[in-house]
């Protein structure tokens, strides 16, 4: 019976309580949600300052579709770049398909095959390397032995 009562109570305490527990990030994808683009840039870009590489990656899906703000390749490609040299592994794949196909950036094999290979997506990084070269995959091979995380 006690046990019951402590359940019914965090039950009712995380119902009452458990906006407030949500944190910046939520906060920011909340209102990207609900099409309040001017606040979640505000979130995302306060906690991307900080080193965010999920609210850096959110800001860069902004630019790359012209949500809440003009649509800017350029911008969008800057932040998918701050986010991967933090090494989250979701900016690399992004960065890896945009330099596959040319979205947003030349296309360039040697690049999409290194940020494929630094994010270990490996299906992705052996579907790129099999329309290079040997020579071209030893260079990315290099490039990601090199890059060095920020």
């Known amino acids: 019976m006690p046990v019951k009562r ?29 099409g309040d683009y001017a606040t979640a840039l505000k979130l ?8 965010d590489a999920e609210a850096q990656i959110s800001i860069a899906n902004m630019y790359f579709d012209g949500r809440g703000v003009p649509l ?3 911008e969008a490609v800057k932040w998918y770049l701050l986010a991967a040299d933090h090494g989250s592994a979701d ?33 992705y990084r052996d579907a790129v390397g099999a ?3 040997p020579e071209q995959i030893t260079e990315a091979q290099r490039l990601g032995r090199e ?4």
């Open 91 to 123: 900016a690399q794949i992004a960065l890896g398909f945009l330099y596959e196909y040319g979205d947003a950036v030349p296309q360039d094999l040697v690049e999409a095959y290194k940020w494929f290979d630094l994010a270990g997506s490996f299906s």
């Open 6 to 34: 402590i359940l019914a109570g965090v039950c009712f305490a995380l119902a009452i309580c458990g906006s407030t527990w949500a944190g910046p990030y939520e906060d920011a994808d909340a209102a990207s949600r609900r």
């Open 44 to 51: 995302f870009l306060a906690l991307a300052m900080e080193g």
């Open 131 to 133: 329309k290079m070269t």
């Open 72 to 74: 800017d390749y350029g």
């Open 147 to 150: 890059w060095k995380p920020k």
